[in-house]
């Protein structure tokens, strides 16, 4: 008699808050979270983004508000930490 084992909890890989990104990448995913800020100065109320998807080549990019992000091959997640944090 063959016994199917119970597949395993896996957990989603967590974004690496020591990642350098571009700089001009980095400032592209600010702008975007920054200007959420702004039209947004009640966002307490609201859902809080997590983050910035951004692409690679073309730095357009989208806030990301659920907790486990799908991204395509070409994009970045750059967490809403590392926007806040950054020095520039």
């Given at each position: 008699?063959?016994?199917?084992a119970?597949?395993?909890?896996?957990?989603?890989?967590?974004?690496?808050?020591?990642?350098?990104?571009?700089?001009?990448?980095?400032?592209a995913a600010k702008?975007?979270?920054?200007?959420?800020?702004?039209?947004?100065?009640?966002?307490?109320?609201?859902?809080?983004?997590?983050?910035v998807?951004?692409?690679?080549?073309?730095h357009?990019?989208?806030?990301?508000?659920?907790?486990?992000?799908?991204?395509?091959p070409e994009?970045?997640?750059?967490?809403v930490?590392?926007?806040?944090?950054?020095?520039?």
């Amino acid at each position: 008699m063959f016994t199917i084992a119970p597949p395993k909890a896996t957990s989603m890989p967590q974004p690496d808050s020591t990642r350098l990104y571009d700089p001009a990448l980095l400032r592209a995913a600010k702008d975007i979270y920054s200007f959420y800020c702004q039209i947004n100065p009640d966002r307490e109320r609201r859902r809080q983004p997590i983050g910035v998807a951004i692409d690679k080549l073309s730095h357009r990019g989208k806030l990301i508000f659920s907790s486990y992000p799908i991204l395509l091959p070409e994009e970045n997640f750059i967490s809403v930490e590392q926007l806040e944090n950054d020095p520039h």
